[in-house]
Nanobody, 127 residues
Framework: QLQLVESGGGVVQSGGSLRLSCTAS????????VGWFRQAPGKEREGVAC????????SYLDSVKGRFTISRNNAENTVNLQMNNLAREDTANYYC????????????????????WGRGTQVTVSS
């Protein structure tokens, strides 16, 4: 069974840091492009960061550039999201998926598993 599980969420003060992990089971995560998403109450889900398979090219939502870093740990079959200098507007439920929004420019080496999502991990930033 293919599964993604997020971990690492919690409550942190404004300016603090958290590191989220997305762990895959049933398949090898580094074969696929992976995205982190978030959804705050009353708002639409948005793509936060993306890392491609192969070259590990990364892309970010403008509001998190310079603060968030997405990376792979292939030994642990995970993709991590390091979040620094957190602000109240970063409060949301964070999800990972084997897809990205927006998707990187097309080429035939990028691989996705559309529709595979974790259940999410809550991040709350207090002032």
């Amino acid at each position: 069974q293919l599964q993604l599980v997020e971990s690492g969420g919690g409550v942190v003060q404004s300016g603090g840091s958290l590191r989220l992990s997305c762990t895959a089971s049933g398949f090898t995560l580094n074969y696929y492009t992976v995205g982190w998403f978030r959804q705050a109450p009353g708002k639409e889900r948005e793509g936060v960061a993306c890392i491609t398979n192969g070259l590990d090219e990364t892309s970010y939502l403008d509001s998190v550039k310079g603060r968030f870093t997405i990376s792979r740990n292939n030994a642990e079959n995970t993709v991590n999201l390091q979040m620094n200098n957190l602000a109240r507007e970063d409060t949301a439920n964070y999800y990972c998926a084997t897809d990205c929004t927006p998707r990187p420019p097309y080429d035939n080496t990028k691989r996705y598993l559309p529709g595979l999502w974790g259940r999410g991990t809550q991040v709350t930033v207090s002032s």
